[in-house]
């Protein structure tokens, strides 16, 4: 009688315990899935390396994972599906994160969401194929777009003058010119440089470049080289350019049929009445201005203010450009190009420091204004179907480089604001974009 009353004692203990250890699993089911995570890429000052977190970013969309930038969301933060492939690439690239429950991301965006709050989130859905036009001999100077995509190890292409004549442009998505002269002038080196190696070896590559692709000057090769690039934009490019990369290919879009080179660059005298020929319309971002062709000077014309530098008008400790707070929820392109964990940004010089406001079009849009100076450091624009965006000087991290002057080492500038700034423009082809509103 034992056994038979027992058993079913037993067997009602195992069903019950059973039962228990059902609604245990499904309720730690619900409650992980309630509390799924997502990993937040923070952008503020709490961001131990600003520039690598770029390089996350580029590698999750170019790995096909979806993520999203917060537009003034903790200096410009970046969100991302919490992957252990990602969390492991973060951890090896010494990039700050923090983990995020479902909760928290609902309030996050929330705040975002409010139209009383200037704040956006825009999906960044497919890595743009970067080139960047840069000679294959070396130079005696660094590029500061390509150190930056190195540091931040995000890949990219070398392209030059043949690549670019021969049509190859239209298979990328963005284009970085930077230490460059589109006129035909050696970068106006003439009279510091003419004696030295490394000039006189960059005249001979370049002529014979001209006329290996058949090109009777060097010029004419530039501004060829200038009108597919100008054309790459209007079908839909995306050109960012710094230092004498800006007003030297304007200009030398200007002077498409004018001669501005003087003998001592192409073997016969420049036109005498070429400003009044200067076809302004042509041009991506100025108008009015003048050209300088003394070989004697280092200015290209009068859109450059590196004299108020030199001059003493601007000091090194007032050199400073502020950048403009724009409207995330319509003017959306502008504000993910002012990325950044400060508002206002330290300057640095180049051949081209920054440009005269009175020779800018009037349909350009100003990121970046250095007020003591009343300059423009950082302007945009859009063009046929693309866009185009200026930086004025030469290395954000190096007040005045010279010529033969070491690189800068990013390990000691991991935080830089204005690295940043580059790499906003890096990204932003792979952002879903809204059209500017205002």
Same mark, same amino acid.
């Given at each position: 009688m034992i056994r038979v009353i027992l058993i079913p004692v037993v067997l009602m203990t195992i069903h019950f315990n059973m039962t228990r250890l059902f609604f245990l699993i499904l309720f730690t089911f619900l409650l992980f899935e309630g509390r799924s995570t997502q990993i937040l890429i923070q952008m503020d000052d709490s961001q131990k390396n600003h520039l690598k977190a770029y390089g996350i970013a580029y590698w999750a969309i170019d790995n096909e994972i979806t993520i999203e930038w917060l537009l003034n969301y903790r200096g410009g933060s970046f969100l991302l599906p919490h992957l252990k492939t990602i969390e492991e690439e973060i951890i090896i690239r010494g990039v700050s994160y923090e983990i995020k429950t479902d909760g928290q991301i609902s309030q996050m965006k929330r705040e975002i969401g409010n139209p009383e709050i200037n704040k956006e989130v825009v999906q960044l859905e497919k890595a743009p194929k970067i080139a960047v036009y840069t000679p294959p001999n070396k130079q005696p100077w660094d590029d500061a777009v390509t150190m930056v995509l190195e540091y931040a190890e995000i890949p990219y292409d070398k392209i030059y003058d043949s690549a670019i004549v021969m049509g190859k442009l239209p298979e990328y998505d963005w284009l970085h010119l930077h230490h460059e002269d589109f006129t035909g002038q050696y970068g106006k080196f003439y009279?510091?440089?003419?004696?030295?190696?490394?000039?006189?070896?960059?005249?001979? @590559?370049?002529?014979?470049?001209?006329?290996?692709?058949?090109?009777?000057? @060097?010029?004419?090769?530039?501004?060829? @080289?200038?009108?597919? =690039?100008?054309?790459? @934009? =209007?079908?839909?490019?995306?050109?960012?350019?710094?230092?004498?990369?800006?007003?030297?290919?304007? =200009?030398?879009?200007?002077?498409?049929?004018?001669?501005?080179?003087?003998?001592?660059?192409?073997?016969?005298?420049?036109?005498?009445?070429?400003?009044?020929?200067?076809?302004?319309?042509?041009?991506?971002?100025?108008?009015?201005?003048?050209?300088?062709?003394?070989?004697?000077?280092?200015?290209?014309?009068? =859109?450059?203010?590196t004299y108020l530098r030199t001059n003493g008008t601007i000091p090194k400790s007032l050199d400073e450009f502020t950048l403009f707070d724009f409207s995330a929820k319509w003017d959306v392109v502008p504000t993910m190009l002012t990325q950044c964990h400060v508002d206002v940004v330290k300057g640095f010089m180049g051949q081209t420091t920054d440009f005269k406001k009175s020779l800018i079009k009037s349909d350009v849009l100003i990121l970046g204004e250095t007020k003591a100076a009343g300059t423009a450091r950082y302007i945009h624009g859009e063009f046929g179907q693309g866009t185009w965006t200026f930086y004025g000087g030469h290395d954000p991290e190096d007040y005045q480089h010279f010529v033969g002057d070491p690189p800068t080492d990013l390990n000691l500038h991991p935080n830089s604001p204005g690295y940043r700034l580059i790499l906003n423009n890096i990204l932003f082809p792979a952002a879903k974009k809204k059209k500017r509103k205002t």
């Open positions: 009279r510091s440089a003419r004696y030295q190696k490394w000039y006189q070896e960059q005249v001979d @590559v370049a002529e014979g470049n001209a006329k290996m692709l058949g090109y009777s000057k @060097v010029s004419k090769l530039k501004l060829a @080289v200038a009108v597919n =690039i100008k054309n790459f @934009v =209007i079908g839909g490019g995306f050109v960012f350019t710094m230092c004498s990369g800006t007003d030297s290919f304007d =200009i030398a879009l200007a002077a498409e049929n004018t001669d501005i080179c003087e003998s001592v660059f192409d073997g016969d005298p420049s036109s005498p009445n070429s400003d009044s020929q200067l076809e302004y319309n042509k041009t991506f971002a100025f108008k009015d201005f003048k050209l300088d062709k003394n070989p004697m000077i280092y200015e290209y014309s009068n =859109i450059d203010g």
